[in-house]
């Protein structure tokens, strides 16, 4: 070993941040893994690195004994104070097992450490790099994929994008230009692991904040979203500024503002009704484009209500496969039943009638 190395651990702290003294620390307990693997030594050994000179020394650690069992870990007392009359039973005492050619392995063994420093550096540098982007949309290009992923250049990463984080019915091709959510980042053994989504709610909030600049400022806020990726979606906003309406700002003139949005989800269907303080009001609007007549609560759950529309408009309320409902339900959040005014009515004589009926027996 020489100064070469020292020169080496000084450039590697100036130029990839790592500190010399955390890679000597490194350096030093893989040399003694070393000397023991190539020496079959089993004893306390330690490993002396001289920072000024670049020389390495081993050393063997052995306890002052009144008696030795094992000479590999223990030194007589007499021993002890043949080389120093201080020592006492329990001291422990250094002896130099520096073999010659200890110098080759020693070197193999620092690169090796070295290198797996840089690597540990370089992927702390991405993970704190990508960490930024988390709850973020970035555009990255399509690679290729397998039986569990679609995997997505980010430029210094691999993003993972999985089935159930794909819009269904999209397809994935190589050089493809995607945006995609960023929605986990984790630092496994084997480098930063990006998790990315085209499904997940947030990044339709995303991208109404790069495409409208009044939800970007705060002017009209995103209170809910309910989302069946590639299908459709349902988006909640109020104003909060006096004057400002929320979902013709959103939707923008002709419809242009919300038509980018939907292309860049391949046509995926969007609802944006405002939202009101009035529950009643929030989720007949939610409910739309279906006219909603009456909304009922249940004196026995405030989160479930009944909602009664039009006899012409009760499968427009429920939607293809209950789909309107599931996602008035969803952006609401509460439990909604729909009736047409028919079946409505028709329930409510049922009621008072056996209303009736239970006060006439209790009369009797």
Request: charged fraction near 30%.
């Amino acid at each position: 070993m020489s100064k070469e190395l020292l020169n080496a651990l000084d450039a590697l702290e100036e130029e990839k941040g790592i500190k010399k003294q955390v890679v000597l620390e490194a350096l030093e307990a893989a040399l003694v893994s070393a000397y023991k693997r190539n020496y079959g030594q089993a004893q306390n050994v330690e490993v002396d690195f001289d920072q000024r000179g670049g020389n390495i020394h081993v050393y063997a650690v052995r306890e002052v004994v009144d008696e030795v069992f094992d000479s590999r870990l223990e030194v007589s007392l007499k021993e002890a104070l043949e080389i120093n009359k201080a020592y006492e039973v329990g001291d422990t005492i250094r002896f130099e097992v520096t073999p010659k050619n200890f110098g080759r392995i020693a070197a193999q063994t620092a690169k090796q450490v070295i290198m797996q420093r840089v690597r540990e550096a370089e992927r702390g540098i991405i993970y704190d790099e990508y960490i930024q982007y988390e709850n973020e949309i970035v555009t990255g290009e399509v690679e290729r994929h397998d039986h569990r992923y679609v995997y997505v250049n980010l430029g210094r990463v691999e993003a993972v994008l999985s089935h159930q984080d794909q819009i269904p019915g999209e397809e994935y091709k190589p050089h493809d230009r995607i945006k995609v959510y960023i929605y986990k980042v984790e630092n496994t053994s084997k480098g930063p692991q990006v998790f990315v989504s085209r499904s997940h709610p947030d990044l339709l909030k995303r991208l109404f904040e790069q495409e409208i600049p009044e939800i970007f400022d705060g002017t009209v806020e995103i209170v809910s979203i309910a989302r069946e990726a590639g299908d459709r979606a349902k988006v909640a906003v109020r104003s909060n500024s006096e004057g400002v309406d929320p979902v013709g700002t959103c939707v923008g003139p002709r419809g242009e503002r919300v038509q980018v949005i939907v292309n860049e989800l391949k046509g995926e269907n969007m609802d944006i009704v405002e939202w009101r303080d009035s529950p009643a009001e929030f989720i007949s609007n939610a409910l739309n484009p279906a006219e909603v007549l009456n909304v009922v609560f249940d004196p026995k759950n405030e989160r479930a209500c009944t909602v009664v529309v039009p006899d012409d408009q009760l499968s427009l309320a429920i939607g293809k496969r209950g789909q309107n409902a599931r996602l008035a339900a969803k952006l609401t959040g509460f439990k909604i039943d729909i009736k047409s005014e028919t079946e409505f009515d028709s329930s409510a004589e049922d009621e008072n009638e056996e209303e009736v009926a239970n006060q006439t027996t209790d009369n009797n």
